[in-house]
């Protein structure tokens, strides 16, 4: 999978820049993440982890906005109130409640690679809906990232004896 990765990313690479290594750390957390996420939610309720997360996170958004002087104003927040709901209860909240019921229900690697499926999957409708056409590159990740997913969700339990 990583070697899709890598495909994709070859063309385009000049040099590492502070935002790539940002986004390799963020992606290295996930897995931890959704491990401790697995873990609690044998305790508690999707909601209720969602609700602590939520909480935690907020007032370190609101800081770090502050921090880069981004304001926005209380028209701003009611001329974006219907999307910022739409997309924050129905898009966000509820693909993560299904998230974390998901890894509640089978192993965060397994759902990982299940969801590794987005890519190609990402691509395909760009190309159905938008007519986007795939670059060679592109085609040429999807073959690795499938056979990883293939390879990182096959059960790997031995077969009972009789």
Same mark, same amino acid.
């Given at each position: 999978?990583?070697?899709?990765?890598?495909?994709?990313?070859?063309?385009?690479?000049?040099?590492?820049?502070?935002?790539?290594?940002?986004?390799?750390?963020?992606?290295?957390?996930?897995?931890?993440?959704?491990?401790?996420?697995?873990?609690?939610?044998?305790?508690?309720?999707?909601?209720?982890?969602?609700?602590?997360?939520?909480?935690?996170?907020?007032?370190?958004? @609101?800081?770090?906005?502050?921090? *880069?002087?981004?304001?926005?104003? #209380?028209?701003?927040? %009611? !001329?974006? $109130?219907?999307?910022?709901?739409?997309?924050?209860?129905?898009?966000?909240?509820?693909?993560?409640?299904?998230?974390?019921?998901?890894?509640?229900?089978?192993?965060?690697?397994?759902?990982?690679?299940?969801?590794?499926?987005?890519?190609?999957?990402?691509?395909?409708?760009?190309?159905?809906?938008?007519?986007?056409?795939?670059?060679?590159?592109?085609? @040429?990740?999807?073959?690795?990232? *499938?056979?990883?997913?293939?390879? #990182?969700?096959?059960? %790997? !339990?031995? $077969?009972?004896?009789?």
């Amino acid at each position: 999978m990583l070697i899709g990765v890598l495909i994709v990313l070859y063309p385009n690479t000049t040099k590492l820049h502070l935002g790539d290594l940002l986004i390799l750390m963020a992606t290295l957390i996930a897995p931890l993440g959704n491990y401790f996420q697995q873990k609690a939610r044998q305790t508690v309720s999707s909601e209720m982890i969602l609700f602590v997360r939520s909480s935690l996170s907020t007032p370190v958004v @609101l800081i770090l906005a502050h921090l *880069f002087k981004e304001r926005c104003s #209380l028209t701003d927040l %009611k !001329s974006a $109130a219907v999307f910022i709901l739409i997309n924050g209860l129905l898009l966000l909240g509820f693909s993560k409640i299904l998230w974390v019921e998901g890894i509640h229900r089978i192993s965060v690697t397994k759902s990982n690679a299940l969801a590794s499926i987005e890519p190609p999957l990402t691509l395909l409708f760009a190309w159905l809906i938008l007519h986007n056409i795939p670059t060679l590159f592109q085609l @040429l990740s999807v073959v690795p990232i *499938f056979f990883g997913m293939v390879l #990182l969700s096959m059960n %790997k !339990s031995p $077969a009972p004896r009789t």
